[in-house]
């Protein structure tokens, strides 16, 4: 299992301290230090109130975000979760996602999805009801477009008419992208365009909100995992090489009870394929959030490292229990 910090920020308590530069390198740079593996942050360009009172959060533009975090590390994975990309024309896009590639030395796991809101979407000047449309056709236009940039890509809102002078990617033959969802729509673009998937396990009333297909508990994981992997092995595809992002349970890391369900939440989820979790720390402060990133490492992720059969051992007889924090893309 590898693991991804959820930038605090992104948590709706957090405090505007997370927005300042000298406190993104220091949580970028302690994150690396730990073992996290990627750092992430999802897109919200122009949220409501409404959203922002009722379980949102603050927001930085990923792209910038996390270009500033590349320079001030030099290993750890950068991040969207999500991009959301019927927002904008998927030239910009494959140029601005392509470029933190480059600048980051092929760090960039590019993770995208069709987003929610619909006041954001208003907002922007995209319709909504199009959102299954523009991701569809902007998930062929990226590959297109990094693989091979000369050749013009045409949608239908726009069309590119000549040869476009694109530099490629970091990464061949493109970074990674990894996909949202939890419908047979986000498995169909997994299996069509992406290297990863990154479901939500939630209640069912938090799907809604998502705009996404319910899976509330590791057997409902499961089930769906299987469905991926059918349609991947029935698509020429080796299903053990697309990624599977989950999230991991809060954890109180002083508490040997608590360590105990987290371990065997992911060692569970992990079982049934999930090869990544997303870490949400304590973000009541800087220095809280680094202490937990620091702790973190070493008693999850260094543990992990040193004993993975004993994270399936400890999981025999145990159900694996929702993960039920609000997610913030």
């Known amino acids: 299992m590898k693991y991804t910090l959820e930038y605090p920020s992104e ?19 302690q994150a690396e230090a730990a073992g996290f593996s990627a750092i992430a942050l999802s897109e919200h360009p122009a949220p409501s109130v409404k959203w922002r ?14 270009s500033f975090m590349a320079a001030a590390t030099s290993q750890i994975r950068l991040m969207t979760n999500l991009y959301v990309l019927p927002f904008r024309n998927p030239y910009l896009s494959a140029k601005a996602l ?15 999805g069709a987003g929610y809101l619909r006041s954001e979407f208003s907002a922007v000047g995209v319709d909504i009801d199009r959102r299954a449309e523009l991701l569809d056709e902007a998930l062929a ?33 493109h970074p990674p992208i990894w996909i949202g969802g939890n419908g047979a729509a986000a498995i169909r673009r997994v299996v069509e365009h992406g290297n990863g998937w990154m479901p939500i396990i939630a209640a069912a009333g ?19 995992v299987q469905r991926l ?28 009870a608590s360590l105990r369900h987290s371990r065997k939440v992911l060692a569970e989820l992990a079982g049934h394929g999930a090869t ?23 008693v999850m992720i260094d543990h992990a490292i040193a004993g993975p059969d004993d994270f399936l051992s400890e999981q025999k007889g145990e159900a694996g229990a929702s993960l039920d924090r609000p997610p913030s893309r």
């Open 141 to 173: 236009a990226l590959h297109s477009i990094w693989t091979d940039p000369e050749t013009p890509f045409s949608g239908k809102d726009f069309g590119a008419v000549g040869p476009v002078a694109l530099q490629r990617t970091a990464q061949r033959p």
């Open 276 to 298: 990544w979790a997303v870490v949400h720390v304590d973000g009541s402060s800087p220095d809280a959030a680094l202490d937990y990133i620091k702790a973190f490492g070493e």
């Open 206 to 224: 938090m799907a809604s909100t998502m705009r996404t297909t319910a899976i509330e508990n590791a057997e409902q994981f499961a089930i769906a």
């Open 98 to 112: 392509g470029s933190l590639d480059l600048i980051s030395g092929g760090r960039l796991i590019a993770g995208v």
């Open 229 to 256: 992997r059918d349609r991947l092995a029935d698509a020429g595809r080796d299903p053990s090489s697309v990624d599977i992002q989950v999230v991991c349970p809060h954890t109180d890391l002083e508490n040997e």
């Open 11 to 29: 948590l709706p308590t957090a405090p505007e301290d997370f927005l300042q530069p000298d406190v993104i390198r220091a949580v970028a740079t």
């Open 53 to 66: 009172n009722n379980g949102g959060h603050n927001t930085l533009d990923p792209i910038a975000a996390l």
